[in-house]
């Protein structure tokens, strides 16, 4: 008996941590995002990153973006730009 109460109690804090993770966001928990955009030009790329997090976003379940950062950098072909963001409920 002693030795399935570590087995039984391991396994339900990992089905704990999957369930955390499948929920959408919650009061008070805030949560990074980053996505990236490429395209030709900055503008562009810039767009196409804006529209990820918004997608993002809608996957988490709504919120609020509270922090937004955009990095745009040259690549071959044109320009990728990299979206970091704080999404909270």
């Given at each position: 008996m002693?030795?399935?109460?570590p087995?039984?109690?391991g396994a339900a804090?990992?089905i704990?941590a999957a369930?955390?993770?499948a929920?959408?966001?919650l009061a008070?928990?805030?949560?990074?995002v980053?996505?990236?955009?490429?395209?030709?030009?900055p503008?562009?790329?810039?767009?196409?990153a804006?529209i990820?997090?918004?997608q993002?976003?809608t996957?988490?379940?709504?919120?609020?973006?509270?922090?937004?950062?955009t990095d745009c950098?040259?690549?071959p072909g044109?320009?990728e730009?990299?979206t970091k963001?704080?999404?909270?409920p």
């Open positions: 002693t030795r399935k109460t087995l039984i109690a804090i990992g704990a369930l955390a993770f929920q959408p966001l008070g928990t805030c949560q990074p980053t996505v990236k955009g490429n395209a030709k030009d503008a562009a790329a810039t767009t196409q804006q990820k997090l918004t993002e976003l996957r988490l379940g709504g919120g609020k973006v509270t922090h937004n950062s950098k040259p690549i044109g320009f730009c990299k963001a704080v999404v909270c």
